[in-house]
């Protein structure tokens, strides 16, 4: 079979067991053992099913997984998300659509520390959306607000999508956080536009709320002032090259964990939940990389990396061209499809054709993480419209309608990362 | 405190209260996530203090790295049956809201029985995997332990999460049978 047919086949009946509901980690692992048996026989297919899962979890360097989700799922339970939240609103809330504002910076703090935009846009529905309605917003503004920011916990580091990401191809971990931080902030500066624009096409929308006294701003600074020391312990330590990801990350569950006792969130009932919750979180996530890891083997052995490397040289296309069309691919199957692991089964076959092109492998990280959060507010199927939508029941349409505007900032920003590659690349350039 | 967290980092459809039915494990259950748990907390601690130790007293711990290699390997399959059983897999449902409740459970079922195919045939590789290990004699380096029984216990726990997959597929064949959401 050629490498086209071989990939052909294995997408379609990946794609047939996927929507007949199988997992999809089993999915991929079951087609990738299958396609491999076919192609080379049983003894390599039965081999790559005994080494992977043993090599790919008795790792040092991948225990950054569940140490993050750790200190998420930490940092979830002690209940920091109003307190960022009320500083965010001390500083923004007399603004026109300050609140909304307020939020999406807040989200951007929560996501610094969690990881997961599931998580984000959850926990802010609950703190945000009841004063911002409070205040008088539209419930549209208030809920798309939530919905974007919430996309920042992928792209803000640390982030699961990005550790995996750098795992498939063996990029640095470190890096690819770093990397993550200048495209964050843009995100933020970008929906805080956003946001400014629709007030200031309908000043109603967004009501401005009282001016906090600076005697209270700092008082509420002081209350999230531990979070904030650890996110700057983390990332300055990954800058400064004194931590790996892998300590870090250590690190950061046991500070995360400290600051939920200091917080008096914990009782040894509420420790042992989170510690069973990352375990079992963990296990999904790496029974999706043992997936794709054996799916990626098959299209390797398919051959199709190297024949799509070679198509593409053989037409002569500008590099440009193929980063759009692969992104526009990803935002079309984005909309269907799981991201997680849809990334993880084609980053092995464009991720040789993207750095062949001689394009920056953590550049190219950012861009997939940024697709991803397109995808996670792109309707009809935007898993963070789903998970807002569900724990604030507003309906589906009012939801579609408000989210576009924070659609186009996303599709901008990515626009701009693609064009200007630096922004991404110059803090981990700068870090020891 | 006055928020909430999140019930779960991933809510699936089972969270949701209208999915196929969960599976509960029992007193068997419990051991495993406490264990499970366990060995979480104690990778946290053990990579702190290495990370203390090397930076502040100039002496890592001896034997660290390896300790998580292991702990890693046993706590990913250890979780794999609790996640399992309550059908926390990641899956596509856009077939889900055309459904109903019976053929959700049809298909949940479906589901479950390839994954436990699957996660069978995995658990018997991983084991003759050992087998070779063992035979090798390949131990680690600091600490000493026998690669090959780590790898017999990851086969134990897929063995586990094999029945608890196949027990799932019976739950939810039941239900499928009684009809009517639990509601």
């Given at each position: 079979m050629s490498p086209w047919e071989t990939a052909l086949f294995a997408?379609?009946?990946?794609?047939?067991?996927?929507?007949?509901?199988?997992?999809?980690?089993?999915?991929?692992?079951?087609?990738?053992?299958?396609?491999?048996?076919?192609?080379?026989?049983?003894t390599p297919a039965f081999a790559m099913l005994g080494q992977i899962p043993v090599s790919n979890t008795m790792s040092y360097e991948l225990s950054v997984v569940?140490?993050?989700?750790?200190?998420?799922?930490?940092?979830?339970?002690?209940?920091?998300?109003?307190?960022?939240?009320?500083?965010?609103?001390?500083?923004?809330?007399?603004?026109?659509?300050?609140?909304?504002?307020?939020?999406?910076?807040?989200?951007?703090?929560?996501?610094?520390?969690?990881?997961?935009?599931?998580?984000?846009?959850?926990?802010?529905?609950?703190?945000?959306?009841?004063?911002?309605?409070?205040?008088?917003y539209h419930p549209g503004l208030a809920s798309a607000s939530i919905c974007a920011g919430g996309t920042l916990g992928i792209l803000i580091p640390p982030s699961v999508i990005m550790v995996l990401y750098g795992i498939m191809t063996s990029t640095n971990v470190g890096k690819l956080f770093l990397a993550g931080i200048l495209p964050g902030l843009l995100a933020i500066v970008l929906y805080a536009l956003t946001i400014q624009f629709l007030v200031w096409r309908d000043p109603a929308v967004g009501p401005r709320a009282e001016r906090s006294s600076w005697a209270e701003r700092s008082?509420?600074?002081?209350?999230?002032?531990?979070?904030?020391?650890?996110?700057?312990?983390?990332?300055?330590?990954?800058y400064l090259g004194a931590f790996t990801a892998t300590e870090a990350a250590g690190v950061g569950a046991c500070g995360a964990f400290l600051f939920a006792l200091w917080r008096r969130a914990l009782s040894w009932r509420a420790v042992l939940d989170c510690a069973v919750e990352t375990a079992r979180i963990s296990a999904t996530l790496f029974a999706i990389l043992i997936g794709a890891l054996l799916f990626s083997a098959l299209m390797n052995f398919g051959g199709l990396p190297r024949a799509l490397?070679?198509?593409?040289?053989?037409?002569?296309?500008?590099p440009l061209v193929v980063i759009t069309a692969i992104c526009l691919l990803y935002v079309v199957l984005g909309?269907?499809?799981?991201?997680?692991?849809?990334?993880?089964?084609?980053?092995?076959?464009?991720?040789?054709?993207?750095?062949?092109?001689?394009?920056?492998?953590?550049?190219?990280?950012?861009?997939?993480?940024?697709?991803?959060?397109?995808?996670?507010?792109?309707?009809?199927?935007?898993?963070?419209?789903?998970?807002?939508?569900?724990?604030?029941?507003?309906?589906?349409?009012?939801l579609y309608r408000w989210i576009a505007p924070f659609v186009i900032a996303d599709v901008l920003r990515l626009a701009i990362i693609v064009l200007f590659p630096a922004i991404a690349l110059i803090v981990p350039r700068l870090s020891g | 405190m006055a928020e909430e967290p999140p019930r779960d980092?991933?809510?699936?459809?089972?969270?949701?209260?209208?999915?196929?039915?969960?599976?509960?494990?029992?007193?068997?259950?419990?051991?495993?996530?406490?264990?499970?748990?366990?060995?979480?907390?104690?990778?946290?601690?053990?990579?702190?203090?290495?990370?203390?130790?090397?930076?502040?007293?100039?002496?890592?711990?001896?034997?660290?790295?390896?300790?998580t290699e292991i702990?890693?390997?046993?706590?990913?399959?250890?979780?794999?049956?609790?996640?399992?059983?309550?059908?926390?897999?990641?899956?596509?449902?856009?077939?889900?809201?055309?459904?109903?409740?019976?053929?959700?459970?049809?298909?949940?079922?479906?589901?479950?029985?390839?994954?436990?195919?699957?996660?069978?045939?995995?658990a018997w590789r991983v084991l003759l995997r050992g087998n070779t290990l063992v035979a090798s004699g390949e131990v680690t380096l600091v600490l000493g332990v026998g690669r090959g029984y780590i790898?017999?216990?990851?086969?134990?726990?897929?063995?586990?999460?094999?029945?608890?997959?196949?027990?799932?597929?019976?739950?939810?064949?039941?239900?499928?049978?009684?009809?009517?959401?639990?509601?």
């Amino acid at each position: 079979m050629s490498p086209w047919e071989t990939a052909l086949f294995a997408f379609a009946a990946l794609t047939i067991l996927m929507v007949i509901g199988v997992p999809i980690a089993f999915a991929m692992m079951l087609i990738g053992v299958g396609g491999i048996m076919l192609q080379l026989g049983l003894t390599p297919a039965f081999a790559m099913l005994g080494q992977i899962p043993v090599s790919n979890t008795m790792s040092y360097e991948l225990s950054v997984v569940p140490m993050f989700v750790l200190m998420g799922v930490f940092v979830a339970r002690a209940g920091i998300s109003a307190d960022l939240y009320a500083v965010c609103n001390a500083f923004l809330g007399h603004r026109r659509g300050g609140l909304a504002m307020a939020t999406v910076v807040a989200c951007g703090g929560f996501a610094a520390v969690c990881g997961s935009a599931i998580a984000t846009s959850a926990t802010m529905s609950k703190v945000a959306y009841p004063s911002m309605r409070a205040y008088g917003y539209h419930p549209g503004l208030a809920s798309a607000s939530i919905c974007a920011g919430g996309t920042l916990g992928i792209l803000i580091p640390p982030s699961v999508i990005m550790v995996l990401y750098g795992i498939m191809t063996s990029t640095n971990v470190g890096k690819l956080f770093l990397a993550g931080i200048l495209p964050g902030l843009l995100a933020i500066v970008l929906y805080a536009l956003t946001i400014q624009f629709l007030v200031w096409r309908d000043p109603a929308v967004g009501p401005r709320a009282e001016r906090s006294s600076w005697a209270e701003r700092s008082r509420l600074l002081t209350r999230v002032g531990p979070v904030v020391a650890l996110f700057i312990l983390i990332i300055g330590g990954l800058y400064l090259g004194a931590f790996t990801a892998t300590e870090a990350a250590g690190v950061g569950a046991c500070g995360a964990f400290l600051f939920a006792l200091w917080r008096r969130a914990l009782s040894w009932r509420a420790v042992l939940d989170c510690a069973v919750e990352t375990a079992r979180i963990s296990a999904t996530l790496f029974a999706i990389l043992i997936g794709a890891l054996l799916f990626s083997a098959l299209m390797n052995f398919g051959g199709l990396p190297r024949a799509l490397q070679g198509a593409v040289t053989s037409f002569g296309v500008e590099p440009l061209v193929v980063i759009t069309a692969i992104c526009l691919l990803y935002v079309v199957l984005g909309t269907f499809f799981e991201e997680l692991s849809m990334i993880l089964m084609t980053v092995p076959i464009f991720f040789p054709l993207v750095v062949g092109l001689g394009y920056d492998p953590i550049w190219f990280g950012v861009v997939i993480v940024m697709v991803v959060e397109l995808g996670l507010i792109s309707p009809p199927v935007g898993m963070n419209l789903f998970v807002v939508q569900s724990v604030l029941s507003i309906p589906v349409g009012t939801l579609y309608r408000w989210i576009a505007p924070f659609v186009i900032a996303d599709v901008l920003r990515l626009a701009i990362i693609v064009l200007f590659p630096a922004i991404a690349l110059i803090v981990p350039r700068l870090s020891g | 405190m006055a928020e909430e967290p999140p019930r779960d980092l991933f809510e699936g459809a089972a969270a949701r209260g209208d999915g196929p039915p969960q599976v509960s494990l029992g007193a068997p259950g419990r051991w495993l996530a406490h264990g499970a748990a366990a060995m979480i907390l104690f990778m946290m601690l053990v990579t702190s203090v290495d990370v203390a130790g090397r930076y502040f007293l100039n002496r890592p711990l001896p034997g660290a790295f390896e300790f998580t290699e292991i702990m890693m390997g046993l706590v990913i399959f250890a979780g794999m049956p609790l996640a399992t059983a309550r059908r926390e897999h990641i899956a596509v449902n856009f077939l889900e809201k055309a459904l109903g409740y019976r053929a959700r459970c049809l298909q949940a079922a479906f589901g479950d029985l390839v994954c436990g195919v699957v996660a069978a045939f995995m658990a018997w590789r991983v084991l003759l995997r050992g087998n070779t290990l063992v035979a090798s004699g390949e131990v680690t380096l600091v600490l000493g332990v026998g690669r090959g029984y780590i790898a017999w216990a990851m086969a134990a726990l897929l063995a586990v999460s094999v029945v608890v997959f196949f027990y799932s597929a019976w739950i939810a064949l039941r239900a499928a049978r009684a009809g009517a959401t639990p509601r």
